[in-house]
């Protein structure tokens, strides 16, 4: 079993930044493949983010790249999620997701186990 604990969420200015943490236990963080997700209200959960167990590989939704970017850090057991220049449309709750392979996935049913969100509230 992996527990997934979200944090750094809130609300911001459009053109403001965030970051998101998800801290992992459980099972040995180098051994998982990381994601990030957001569902808005009335839409489905959508891939953000995502970052290789090895940390190699990553992959972004185009409607962030260059804005958002995923890292993690080994001896805290933790991924983060930087957000820039943030856009009211990037309004949701935010979900952190483990994988145990060594890809970059952007499926939502590629993953094993989810955190609780966090909410992002960006204003105009």
């Known amino acids: 079993q992996v527990q997934l604990v979200e944090s750094g969420g809130g609300l911001v200015q459009a053109g403001g930044s965030l970051r998101l943490s998800c801290a992992a236990s459980?099972?040995?963080?180098?051994?998982?493949?990381m994601g990030w997700f957001r569902q808005a209200p009335g839409k489905e959960r959508e891939f953000v983010a995502a970052?290789?167990?090895?940390?190699?590989?990553?992959d972004y939704a185009d409607s962030v790249k260059g804005r958002f970017t995923i890292s993690r850090y080994a001896p805290k057991n933790t991924v983060y999620l930087q957000m820039n220049r943030l856009k009211p449309d990037d309004t949701a709750v935010y979900y952190c997701?483990?994988?145990?392979?060594?890809?970059?996935?952007?499926?939502?049913?590629?993953?094993?186990?989810w955190g609780q969100g966090t909410q992002v509230t960006v204003s105009s």
């Open positions: 459980g099972r040995t963080f180098r051994q998982l493949s």
């Open positions: 997701a483990a994988d145990i392979s060594d890809y970059a996935r952007a499926g939502v049913h590629d993953y094993d186990y």
């Open positions: 970052i290789s167990w090895s940390g190699g590989i990553t």
